[in-house]
T-cell receptor
Framework: DSGVTQTPKHLITATGQRVTLRCSPRSGDLSVYWYQQSLDQGLQFLIQYYNGEERAKGNILERFSAQQFPDLHSELNLSSLELGDSALYFC?????????????????FGEGSRLTVL | GDSVTQMEGPVTLSEEAFLTINCTYTATGYPSLFWYVQYPGEGLQLLLKATKADDKGSNKGFEATYRKETTSFHLEKGSVQVSDSAVYFCALGVGAGSYQLTFGKGTKLSVIP
């Protein structure tokens, strides 16, 4: 058990809909990362938050947005869903971020939220 | 941009066989290199890492050496077990001290008794 909790584990929805994925990081971790895992693209970095602020952005579509709340949990919002958005969405956390503290480089991953868009 | 290329599977081995999973990278600067493992139904977890050239990461009988001259970080294990069946991901940290990781596409390993 990594200590990172993601809900829901499975989600089935229709094209055009909007969903919210939730992540609770490990106790004490300030950084949250979102990754998308699909068969053709592999693991793609979407976005990172550190202590409530956006820190880095990857291949995140404009239809997607995220935020990190004061209690450090994070939500990933996916809107106007398309068939191609079907994937496994992982949340990960780490104690620090680039330039802070001693570096471990280790990310702790949740079990993922599997999104199916029909 | 930064990228990781790893041999694509699936790879099927008999128990006690020798394992090599190749990984090469392209990066500006001096990245940190990682191997993560994903067991069925679970999230990824760190297997080993190396933060500078010629470092050797090792864990659970697996090892990999950071080779700057060949931009490689191949994963090896001398004798695999059925319990090693999983998907293995090579990754690099973008820039020194970075937690923003770029992953390879993963290699699925199946070990049969």
């Amino acid at each position: 058990d990594s200590g990172v909790t993601q809900t829901p584990k499975h989600l089935i929805t229709a094209t055009g809909q909007r969903v919210t994925l939730r992540c609770s990081p490990r106790s004490g971790d300030l950084s949250v990362y979102w990754y998308q895992q699909s068969l053709d693209q592999g693991l793609q970095f979407l976005i990172q938050y550190y202590n409530g602020e956006e820190r880095a952005k990857g291949n995140i579509l404009e239809r997607f947005s995220a935020q990190q709340f004061p209690d450090l949990h994070s939500e990933l919002n996916l809107s106007s869903l398309e068939l191609g958005d079907s994937a496994l969405y992982f949340c990960a956390s780490s104690v620090g971020t680039s330039g802070t503290g001693s570096y471990t480089g280790e990310l702790f991953f949740g079990e993922g939220s599997r999104l199916t868009v029909l | 941009g930064d990228s990781v290329t790893q041999m694509e599977g699936p790879v099927t081995l008999s128990e006690e066989a020798f394992l090599t999973i190749n990984c090469t990278y392209t990066a500006t600067g001096y990245p940190s290199l990682f191997w993560y493992v994903q067991y069925p139904g679970e999230g990824l977890q760190l297997l080993l890492k190396a933060t500078k050239a010629d470092d050797k990461g090792s864990n659970k009988g697996f090892e990999a050496t950071y080779r700057k001259e060949t931009t490689s970080f191949h994963l090896e294990k001398g004798s695999v077990q059925v319990s090693d069946s999983a998907v293995y991901f090579c990754a690099l940290g973008v820039g020194a001290g970075s937690y923003q990781l770029t992953f390879g596409k993963g290699t699925k390993l199946s070990v049969i008794p």
